[in-house]
């Protein structure tokens, strides 16, 4: 069945650098855009990124634009996001989800079915 797992999370000081990965299991991955949420402590889940399953484009939240990138690799099944020059306002759950695509363009902020992991913690903190 289908199975998306959240990893690479932690714990890291304001201006560090963390890349998440998203291994995907149970469908073909280049079938599918596939986007970044994530969800702070007593806010709502939000899109971060998305990528469209060629992987030629993506799309990411003002917040995080210049330091957030989004890439796959479809060979392995994978999804990653690299996080740079992190900020405190960047602590949250992680979660990937297979997002719509349309006309070659992820649909940002979407999920496709509201298929999630169980997330990976990123905290920033000096």
């Known amino acids: 069945q289908l199975q998306l797992v959240e990893s690479g999370g932690g714990l890291v000081q304001p201006g560090g650098s963390l890349r998440l990965s998203c291994a995907a299991s149970?469908?073909?991955?280049?079938?599918?855009?596939m986007g970044w949420f994530r969800q702070a402590p007593g806010k709502e889940r939000e899109g971060v990124s998305c990528?469209?399953?060629?992987?030629?484009?993506?799309s990411y939240a003002e917040s995080v634009k210049g330091r957030f990138t989004i890439a796959r690799d479809n060979a392995k099944n994978t999804v990653y996001l690299q996080m740079n020059s992190l900020k405190p306002e960047d602590t949250a759950v992680y979660y990937c989800?297979?997002?719509?695509?349309?006309?070659?363009?992820?649909?940002?902020?979407?999920?496709?079915?509201?298929?999630w992991g169980q997330g990976t913690q990123v905290t920033v903190s000096s």
């Open positions: 149970g469908f073909t991955l280049d079938d599918y855009a």
């Open positions: 989800s297979r997002a719509p695509e349309l006309l070659r363009r992820c649909v940002f902020g979407r999920t496709f079915d509201n298929n």
């Open positions: 990528i469209n399953r060629s992987g030629g484009s993506t």
